[in-house]
């Protein structure tokens, strides 16, 4: 077959040698809906929880609603990644398309995480030092009101996949919807350890405990903030992400004295998977007979295969 004189973009006979590179999740266009009704949300219980904690001089309620603060600005990040990856998908200038749109993001968001807990702590030892007080009856509504939101928001942002899905395709995950979804998880916690704060405060006078309460939910934070950055940041770098699958792949491939001697494999977006593999072989078979081999395997959705003649064979 000749090239040389043939304007290849709109010849309609190579339609089975080419494929688009849209590496979508399964449930984008949900999840992108979803988030976006999250942020409306948070933004509205962010402003809330801050003034009332100015208004009633609770650091509690201020450290939940500057924690939130950030995590409506990462949630709209979240929101903007589902945008821009819908969006641009189809650009020829991205070379295995947008599914990693949302990885950025989630790194972004556990960065995001990560910051907030040095304001938080920062807060929480000046008032340790420094004591104020409290209207408690206001700031435990306000505190109340944004657990609420918060659950409300956690609900939205729940995996939809069921645990059998999720078991046989653990790759699958959104680390965007994750992002989300530990960010308004976060302002959960922070919530909850609030009202325990300052219900202690103000029934037993343990009013250091208000402040404390800010440390513990800053280690909470922190701790969830690393978990995203890990998965995240491993995507972003091309980690392999299944070695059982690396081996399985190989399995299929080594027979017939056939050899592996190369296999990259990395993740492209939520459930898709590309690899680029080097057989040597001392009967080299077609590309296309190797990749028939692996063409059952779920998640695999970019594959290319180079065949070497194993030296001194003729």
């Known amino acids: 077959m000749r090239f040389e004189d043939r304007d290849l973009r709109h010849d309609h006979s ?81 070379a295995f398309g947008t599914g990693k749109f949302g990885d950025l993001a989630a790194f972004a968001s556990g960065l995001a995480l990560a910051l907030v807990t040095l304001l938080i702590a920062y807060e929480s030892i000046t008032r340790l030092i420094h004591p104020r007080g409290i209207a408690y009856d206001d700031a435990l509504a306000i505190a109340a009101l944004g657990l609420s939101v918060n659950l409300v928001s956690a609900w939205l942002l729940r995996d939809t996949d069921d645990r059998h899905h999720r078991d046989r395709h653990p790759d699958d995950a959104d680390h965007n919807l994750r992002a989300a979804y530990v960010h308004v998880l976060a302002d959960a916690a922070t919530s909850l350890l609030a009202i325990g704060g300052l219900l202690l405060a103000r029934n037993f006078g343990l009013v250091f405990m208000d402040p404390a309460v800010g440390l513990i939910g800053m280690g909470v934070i922190l701790s969830w903030s690393y978990g995203l950055l890990l998965d995240s940041g491993s995507v972003l770098l091309d980690v392999t992400p299944d070695d059982h699958l690396r081996e399985a792949i190989k399995a299929r491939l080594e027979t017939d004295g056939d050899f592996v001697s190369d296999l990259h494999l990395w993740r492209l977006g939520p459930g898709h998977r590309a690899a680029v593999i080097s057989i040597v072989s001392d009967h080299p078979k077609s590309p296309q007979e190797h990749k028939a081999r692996l063409r059952d395997i779920p998640g695999l959705s970019h594959v290319t295969i180079e065949v070497l003649r194993c030296p001194g064979v003729r």
């Not at 590179?21 to 449930?27: A, I, K, M, S, T």
């Not at 939130?68 to 589902?82: E, F, K, N, P, R």
Request: no cysteine.
């Open 14 to 94: 190579l339609d089975g040698f080419t494929h688009p590179h849209v590496y979508l999740g399964r449930h984008h266009a949900a999840n992108e809906r979803r988030t976006l009704l999250v942020v409306a949300l948070t933004a509205a219980m962010m402003i809330a929880e801050i003034s009332g904690g100015v208004i009633f001089g609770s650091m509690a309620l201020i450290a939940d609603g500057l924690h939130m603060s950030t995590h409506a600005a990462a949630l709209g990040i979240t929101a903007l990644a589902y945008v821009g990856a819908r969006r641009y998908a189809n650009d020829p200038r991205l």
